[in-house]
């Protein structure tokens, strides 16, 4: 029997978080790996075991009494950069600014979007840190060059690293940071070759602005704009997390975790990540956000998650509350 101040755990109602499309959003799942990423970081004898292992463990919901739509009121978030459910927050929040500020753009004149990925070689975790400085001092180097700066109007730029977990591969426990970023043209980019840039032009441009001796992976395609479907495919594409769960806390084949292996990955990323911006609007798509008085992507709330409607406040609703049951491993509906 697991209890809560004297409450019968078993007893109480458990949470479902649906989304409009009737999804079950994965708090429980995100919860779960919160607690082995800290465990992961108490091995590592680093104090954040504590902010980790806490976070997300109270939701609080204002619930429609109407509808029984529930909207997220109050919760404590961590905010460490590698936590599985901060991670998943941010991923919803970057996405609900990017269609918002895209949203608003195009609300001004018909522009197009491209795709592109700027990548660099494979690197051990010693020198991941280096890497990825590398691709910012290269990227800000571009957006500087007259070929960017007079094509592109506008740009969004996120970070991700992957990290090679195929015992096949020759690349294996490597690490892949690379940029995916959303690029905003005019509509007459793509007819007028004075500003269209060619996928060898940005192999060459980018293979410059890192300064290396072989070409770097490049790629480049355009947006699907045709419906809000695929727009929102597209931005999710773009707006994701910057590190995969699954590249941090590292299972075996039976399910279990390698240790060693993950605290490595949470040793070398943490660092490795600590203190930068992994994700930033620039040019038009900047001024925008700004316009829009958007809170930081990263640093900001949480909470409100700015990608779906807000509760009418008019309605009546009722504030539940729910607490993560430590054992019982599933959250569970506390009486007022
Ligand atoms: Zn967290």
Known sequence: MYKYNNIELEKCEVLKDLTKTGKERPWREK??????LA???????????YRIRDCGSFLEYKKHIETGEKKLNRANFCKVRLCPMCSWRRSLKIYGQASQVMDKALEEKSYRFLFLTLTCKNVYGEDLSNQINN?????NKMSKRKIFKQAIKGWFRALEVTHNLDKTSDNYDTYHPHFHMILMVNESYFTDPKYYITHEDWV??????MGVDYDPMVNIKAFKTGTKFETQKSISEVAKYSVKDDDIII???DGQIDEELTDDAVFILDKALAHRRLVAFGGKLREIQQELKLDDMENGDLIHTNNEDELRDDLEYVIERYKWGVGYNQYVKLDL
């Open 251 to 253: 299972k075996n084949e």
């Open 31 to 36: 919860k779960l790996k919160t607690i082995e």
């Open 135 to 139: 691709l910012f001092y290269a990227f």
């Open 39 to 49: 465990e992961s970081y108490f091995r590592l004898g680093d104090k954040k075991y």
């Open 204 to 209: 060459k441009l980018w293979k410059s602005c």
